[in-house]
């Protein structure tokens, strides 16, 4: 490991910037630390002295400090930077537009690896818990590749590339330039097949050693994916194979909630762009469905949902900031404001589904798509009893 800094200053107090603080003064680093708040108006003195500045994903390129300390010739470290520095792993990164968190977890089953990054668990948390040079699964945001210097995968996983993030971005070039920092220093590179990008290519088509339990051709391609990292790992087929089978997904991803009078109600939360959106009507396009759609902005083109929506969807709700956008694409949708409204308002019959598919964010109603996920679920709850 290269030598630490003395003197750091972490931006961003939630989940990674509590866990990079902690991570550094057990090692002896003095840190100054600034909530995220503060990255645009924070007092300049704060680096003074300062060797480093660890930034949490959240927190923007365009803060003032972040931008002062460019100007002084700070280096500007991501949380994930910082712990690969730390913990020296073996590194399964993974990224893409959707289906990253899926596939973390189901290679931390086939692997036996913890996981980390973007999903859960901040890779500083593992400090002191992990060996140097063992093997760590870790998703990898857009934000967070945007400031690694010398964090190098041993397994580097694109999933896909697709319009999002672009109110901070700027660009979807931007956005995917970003993403394909995951390759840098890179050994092994796991690529979509017809990307164009040199790697072992995966596909939804391809064989695999047993049939995914999760749901939908996006989780088979989430599969196929995880089953190319897991082999390029060394992992047997056997292993491999008894992971597909039996892992159930990840919360707020096509998650069942309950079924409740024959009426089956589905938290895909975590769909916050079109494309994941798309992927969840084409997991239930067989189905008799009610869709709720919206949240807030983040600067996508809603017309190929009103080109997705087929026969088999008996009515399309809209909630949040983006209803009246929503509602110009689709004219056939109802806007009903919020979850709540938008479930008394379904009319649903049994063999019936109702699915939370927003295509957006949801900091207009939620803290987070997970908040979204839970409220749903509570509300389904409450029906149910």
């Known amino acids: 490991m290269s030598e630490l800094p003395q003197r750091v200053l972490v931006l961003g107090l939630a989940r990674s910037g509590r866990a990079a603080a902690a991570a550094l003064e057990r090692r002896g680093v003095e840190v100054a630390a600034a909530d995220r708040e503060l990255g645009n108006d924070g007092d300049l003195s704060l680096l003074d002295g300062v060797e480093v500045l660890v930034k949490s994903p959240g927190v923007p390129r365009e803060a003032q400090l972040v931008v002062e300390a460019e100007r002084r010739g700070i280096p500007i470290w991501s949380e994930v930077e910082l712990g690969f520095r730390l913990l020296q792993p073996k590194l399964i990164g993974v990224t893409g537009t959707n289906g990253k968190t899926t596939t973390c977890e189901l290679l931390g089953a086939m692997t036996g690896a913890p996981v980390a990054g973007n999903v859960g668990r901040a890779l500083t948390e593992l400090d002191g818990q992990v060996e140097p040079g063992a093997r760590v699964v870790c998703e990898l945001s857009s934000f967070q590749l945007e400031d690694v210097h010398e964090l190098a995968c041993e397994i580097a996983v694109l999933l896909n590339l697709e319009p999002d993030h672009l109110d901070r971005h700027g660009s979807f070039e931007a956005y995917r330039d970003a993403k394909l920092r995951i390759f840098e220093r890179a050994g092994t590179k796991i690529v979509p097949r017809g990307l164009g990008l040199e790697g072992i290519e995966f596909s939804a088509d391809d064989p695999l050693p047993a049939e995914p339990l999760i749901r939908g051709v996006h989780n088979r391609e989430n599969a196929a994916a995880a089953t190319a ?122 063999g019936d589904v109702i699915l939370l598919a927003p295509a957006c964010a949801s900091y207009d109603q939620f803290r987070d798509f997970e908040a979204r996920g839970e409220e749903f679920r509570r509300l389904v709850q409450n029906l149910s009893a």
């Not at 390029?232 to 292993?239: C, I, L, Y």
């Not at 994941?276 to 949902?305: C, V």
């Not at 087929?310 to 109802?334: D, W, Y």
Request: proline share 7%; glycine share 10%.
């Open 229 to 350: 990292a897991a082999r390029a790992a060394g992992v047997p087929d056997e292993q491999i194979a008894d992971a597909l089978r039996t892992f159930p997904g990840v919360p707020h991803r096509l998650e069942p909630v309950a079924e409740v009078g024959g009426v089956r109600y589905v938290n895909d939360s975590k769909a916050t762009n079109v494309a994941a959106a798309l992927r969840a009507l084409a997991a239930y396009e067989d189905e008799p469905l009610h869709l709720i759609l919206g949240g807030s902005r983040k600067g996508e083109d809603f017309a190929p949902l009103a080109v997705a929506i087929g026969p088999n969807v008996k009515s399309v709700h809209l909630i949040g900031e983006t209803a009246g956008e929503l509602a110009a694409a689709i004219p056939q949708a109802r806007t009903d404001g919020d979850l709540a409204s938008a479930l008394s308002a379904i009319e649903a019959e049994p």
